[in-house]
């Protein structure tokens, strides 16, 4: 028995010994739940000094990272943040917030010159919508304008409108037959056209002076500004006809 009581005091022993021993070499591990954990605030729409100030003051270290335009929120407010509203974080931890670089606007260039397929790559390119609108009047065909005016300053989402110039309106040529060359280019000026190439054929001498002969034809389709060609009956007015009392008979 006096063996056994002795075996059993050396165990007891060698176990409170083996306890202190790994007490002092291997010490417990911190308790991880012994942390102070708080909530992030909602720190959206906040000018970026004052959610650096509100997040200081909780033990957060916050770090700007990123400026993205918006439409409604004023330039360096809070639009996004990491953690999220509501989460919770050790002190310590960093917050990332990302700040507005408020509106985006571009400038309407000066498209003049352009080919209409350019001119609305280049808008479209800008950040623009557009609307590519024909229209007739005053102006070679192919100008190009934009409403706004070239060098507005727009807020985008924007709209630009490019007009394309088709050139003057198309009128119909009228019937010149029958009149008197002398007649013939006011009428045609009233239109906005022009008189074209002017011919003479002198075997028509019972209508004098007047129009035997148009192109294009009348009732045809021209665009202002374009020319209408004319055969007048006899002889132009500046020519000297042949006879005795001619050139000829005046060099012997």
């Not at 479209?124 to 060098?151: N, Q």
């Not at 507005?152 to 008197?180: E, K």
């Not at 374009?226 to 008979?249: F, K, L």
Request: aromatic letters at 4%; hydrophobic letters at 40%.
């Amino acid at each position: 028995m006096r063996l056994v009581r002795v075996l059993c005091l050396a165990g007891v022993m060698f176990l409170i010994g083996y306890g202190l021993a790994a007490w002092k070499l291997f010490p417990a591990a911190d308790d991880p739940t012994d942390v102070d954990f708080t909530e992030v605030p909602d720190l959206m729409g906040a000018p970026f000094d004052d959610a650096d100030r509100q997040l200081a003051e909780l033990g957060f270290v916050p770090v700007e990272r990123g400026r993205l335009n918006h439409e409604e929120v004023a330039a360096g407010a809070v639009i996004a943040q990491r953690p999220l509203p509501g989460q919770v974080a050790r002190t310590g931890d960093t917050v990332v917030l990302t700040t507005s670089a408020g509106v985006e606007t571009r400038i309407v260039p000066d498209l003049a010159g352009l080919p209409t397929n350019e001119a609305a790559t280049l808008l479209t390119r800008l950040g623009f919508d557009i609307d590519v609108e024909e229209t007739e009047g005053v102006g070679t065909a192919g100008a190009i304008r934009t409403e706004p005016a070239a060098g507005t300053r727009l807020t985008l989402p924007a709209r630009v409108r490019l007009f394309v110039s088709q050139g003057r309106a198309i009128v119909s040529v009228p019937d010149l037959r029958g009149r008197h060359v002398d007649d013939v280019e006011a009428l045609l000026e009233e239109l906005e056209l022009r008189l074209g190439a002017v011919r003479y054929q002198v075997d028509a001498p019972d209508v004098q002076g007047r129009v035997i002969f148009q192109s294009p034809e009348p009732g045809s389709s021209l665009r202002g500004e374009g020319r209408v060609s004319v055969i007048i009956a006899g002889t132009p007015p500046d020519s000297i006809p042949d006879g005795p009392q001619g050139p000829q008979s005046q060099e012997g």
